[in-house]
């Protein structure tokens, strides 16, 4: 995709990098942790990982699928047959 980033976990280079966290540094810019999918699924499992990863990795999955999508009612929502 756009070059491709190192894993923070496994240190191995990964074409899809999957944003997991970031380093606040005291001076200076901060660093950004990526992590490959295989890492950042299982990092997204630990309980201080943060929530907006879970959140990023369902997109993720939502947006893999693509057209199966759409069969599935949406959260909250139930299914609403309009035929009598
Ligand atoms: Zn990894």
């Known amino acids: 995709m756009t ?7 496994c240190r191995r280079g990964t074409d899809e990098p999957v944003m997991i966290g970031a380093v606040e540094a005291g001076s200076g810019p901060g660093a950004i942790l990526y992590a490959c999918p295989p890492c ?3 990092y997204a499992e ?7 990863l879970r959140a990023e990795l369902a997109v ?3 947006a893999a699928e693509g057209e199966d999508a759409e069969g ?3 959260d909250g929502a ?7």
């Open 46 to 52: 630990k309980w201080y990982a943060p929530d907006w």
């Open 78 to 84: 139930g299914v609403v047959d309009t035929e009598p």
């Open 40 to 42: 950042a699924r299982a």
């Open 72 to 74: 599935r009612a949406p």
């Open 3 to 9: 070059g491709g980033k190192r894993c923070a976990r």
């Open 60 to 62: 993720r999955e939502t």
